[in-house]
């Protein structure tokens, strides 16, 4: 029997959480069936036992699907995974991440009344490395958490969702289901585009289907501190999707054009911040601030100016000692 959800999840070196994330997938109420799940688990190069774990895990349950490769990147292992697949719909799951109860049911019962939908995304809880839940993805974006107020339902079809997608990237790819058919016909990832390969993804659907939006904090992430050379890495990455994408977006909403902009701006600027360069942070909030006017952007400036006259303070008692 075809199950109705496959669940896809990438994994190195990721001993510590995977049983984590794979318990679960089995608390989930689909699941109670286990003729309607599988799971697809891609092992990309581990060091630390873990082939050996989801070996001896696939022994135990005929549903779990297991593939190792050599160190290829998650994007390429999601596409691998998505071709063992077989079910109507697949759900991704990094293996240090875990879903909330019924995170599965209230996709595919708000997905299969919503036809319209190829895609669905949960809120996501995120938290420090103490397991401490510091806050929810929604509060970090004025705009969708001004569609959670505008919403009674707890869920629900964003307007014009390529637009709200490119101003900014909110979906954690953790929190998505998608309809396998959707995925195949688009090619899945672009494993090209290096850290950001997900908002990519999420565009090409968004320019072809209705998304969907569940208001809840269904998924649990922990956060983790990039490294300043990723940092980097990612804000050329964004670059490359932003000028891929935005003629295309212009169309539907110009807004929402200068809103990716700016955040894109506001991002360098932050990089440029924890390099202890106020100036050149200070450039990019004030282009920030040009393409999208808001209070916080005005509060990035006077952190700007204030660390620049700190360490031009410093330089001086410096120069006179």
Known sequence: MKPIVSVIIPSKNCLSTLPRAIESVWQQDISKNKSKIEIVIIDDGSTDNSWEWICKLCQKHSNIIALKLASEGASTARNHAARLASGTYMAFLDADTFWYE???????KFMEANPQVGISFTNCELMNEQREVTHDRFTCSDYFQHQALQHDQDAFVIPEGAAAIFSENIIGTSTVLVRRDLYLALDGFDHNINLVSDWDLWLKFALHTAIGCIKKPLTASVCKQREISNQEQQLKAMEQVIKRYENKIKVIDPYAVHSAHAHLLASYAKYYRQKSCPTQALAC?????????????????????????????????????
Request: aromatic share 4%; proline share 5%; net charge positive.
């Open 285 to 321: 909030d004030f282009k920030a601030l040009c393409e999208q006017p808001t209070p916080q952007r005005f509060r990035n400036i006077l952190t700007d100016l204030k660390l620049s006259m700190h360490i031009t303070k410093d330089h001086n008692t410096v120069s006179h000692t």
């Open 102 to 108: 019924h995170k599965l049911q209230q996709q595919i």
